[in-house]
């Protein structure tokens, strides 16, 4: 199975408080988001990572995207925009997809090459649309 991970994180993090969208704030020295691509980037059926961030954080998010290989776009204004987005840019070869958001960090135990995305499923099971 090829798999895709798409992670938003294009929200403004409002209930959060800071200045600082919750998806961005570092987390021992990283930032957030940045947790849950370096876990799915372990999973072997995982072969495309798509984070959606705003608009005004593509610039500064490329050197991370560069350094560990995943892909960016620019979020909507909505959440559903937002997949969308993501969504455009699934590699055709991709059989299945995982919505997964951005300001939540993501390690299962299993995180290594034994993960797979049924126990993300099991673990996370929100309802998304297509």
Known sequence: MKAAVIIVAAGASRRFGAKTPKQFM?????????????AF????????????VPENKLRSLTPFAQ???FQLTAGGK???????????????SIECVAVHD??????HRNSSSS???PQYAA????RQCR
Request: aromatic share 8%; glycine share 8%; proline share 9%.
């Open 26 to 38: 570092p987390l021992k020295g990283k930032p957030l988001f940045l947790w849950s691509v370096r």
């Open 41 to 52: 980037k372990k999973v072997p059926a995982i072969k495309q990572v798509i984070l959606v």
């Open 67 to 69: 350094q560990y290989g």
């Open 78 to 92: 909505e959440r559903i925009d937002s997949v969308k987005a993501g969504l455009a840019l699934l590699h055709p």
């Open 102 to 107: 951005g300001a939540v960090r993501w390690s």
């Open 115 to 117: 993960c797979s995305l």
């Open 123 to 126: 673990e996370r099971p929100y």
